[in-house]
């Protein structure tokens, strides 16, 4: 059974940090490109960054630089570290593995705000 398991989320101040993680199981995880997404109340869900196979990074533009995308096959789980976040980041996070199949976690809320 395929599983991918989100945590970490909560509330945090601008400026402030949060490391997501996703834990993963059910598939060859290490031959899995990973991915993390997120929506905010009322808007479509967006691409924040991937971590390919081989260790490759792609961000998206609103989150590069402040957001490290990383993965260890070894625990089979993904992580984001956000850094300086700002309250435009308040979103549920989402993490997604793909290959031939697309995978989805249930998400967990990032809340920003002081």
């Known amino acids: 059974q395929v599983q991918l398991v989100e945590s970490g989320g909560g509330l945090v101040q601008p400026g402030g940090s949060l490391r997501l993680s996703c834990a993963a199981s059910?598939?060859?995880?290490?031959?899995?490109?990973m991915r993390w997404y997120r929506q905010a109340p009322g808007k479509e869900r967006e691409w924040v960054a991937t971590?390919?196979?081989?260790?490759?990074?792609y961000y998206a533009k609103s989150v590069k630089g402040r957001f490290t995308i990383s993965r260890d096959n070894a625990k089979n789980t993904v992580y984001v570290q956000m850094n300086s976040l700002k309250p435009e980041d308040t979103a549920v996070y989402y993490c997604n593995a793909h290959n031939i199949l697309d995978y989805w976690g249930q998400g967990t809320q990032v809340t920003v705000s002081s």
């Open positions: 059910g598939f060859s995880f290490s031959s899995y490109i």
């Open positions: 971590i390919a196979s081989g260790g490759t990074t």
